[in-house]
């Protein structure tokens, strides 16, 4: 019997593994457990709870204004004893969170094999994004089986020296996660909430059109959090568009957000949106401005270009296939890319219509296929 411990802490972490972790428990052959650091509570738990994943193990980790080093120390300290108590023979962990790295370490010291999903996306700036940049690194200088979800990741494995039959590429378990909340019914908030602001994507009767925004990485806090707050002040007075912003939690990002949009004519700030009403949003909107990493591999499943608020990404693929386009943080920038796409319908068609280079959705079987030919190897 293989056993396989996935751990993970923050809701995108989840988001992905949760197909795996549904794979993996229907399949035989394996002992399958899952530990969460809840490195983020509230919003890891209701995917827990759409996705009905009960953690065997539950390190409840967060605490208020927690910095990178007492979370390291923290999950350094719990975590070990949940590796003694299980003894798996893999860890899998996900993408290029401080549970990622922290991880992938104490398997390393206890000699446990590691599988990282999500591997092989880098920007080769250690600072963009922080601390994600050197947190998947660290990952893949400890793993022993690499999930590449793209040709371009999987090149970026090779160069660093990774042996290529120990990559598989199998596509990006998001959009399995997203195939499978986009079926579930629409909840009555977003239903209420599209009809009150009058939204329609593309709409020939000239209705209100939504812009979707999320933004709240560490690198913007600051100076470029109030650049972006600025263009979308700018992008607001057309008149013709409706901005949503669920608004992060931290308190930089929420301080900044309030004081300059909290009063902007359409411009609706909400609270952090569970996964399955953001799914259902996406659907309605128009255009998505973000610095997250997966609504870059999220919404052209549903056909909308999205541009991000980054200086980097380390998803160029969507970039090359054209679905997304970076424009960093400068609010002329913001505006005129924005401006771009709801004034020119060709502009729009063209990201529009671009094929998703994340996969067809069966990425979760083929990463536990890797796993059992790995193991048996």
Partial sequence: MLKVLSVFGTRPEAVKMAPVVRQLAETAGIETRVCVTAQHRQMLDQVLGLFEIHPDYDLNLMRDDQGLAELSAAIFTDLDPVLADFKPDWVLVQGDTTTVAIAALLAYYRRIRVGHVE???????????????INRRVAGVAADLHFAPTEWTRRNLLREGIDDSLIAVTGNPVIDALQYVAKQPQPE??????????????G??????LVLITAHRRENFGAPLESICEALREIASRGDVEIVYPVHLNPNVQEPVKRLLGSVPHISLLP????????????????ILTDSGGIQEEAPAFGIPVLVLREVTERPEAVEAGTVKVVGTNAGYIVEAAACLLDDPHAYAQMAHAANPYGDGHAAGKIVQ????HSSA
């Fill in 119 to 133: 591997a092989g996306l880098r920007t080769y700036d250690k600072w963009q994004p922080f601390p994600e940049e």
């Fill in 189 to 202: 908030s977003v239903t209420g909430l599209v009809s009150r602001l009058g939204v329609k994507r593309q």
């Fill in 204 to 209: 020939a009767d000239k209705a209100q059109r």
């Fill in 272 to 287: 952090p949106l569970d996964y399955l009403p953001l799914v259902h949003l996406m659907k309605h909107a128009e255009l």
């Fill in 370 to 373: 890797a796993l059992l030919d």
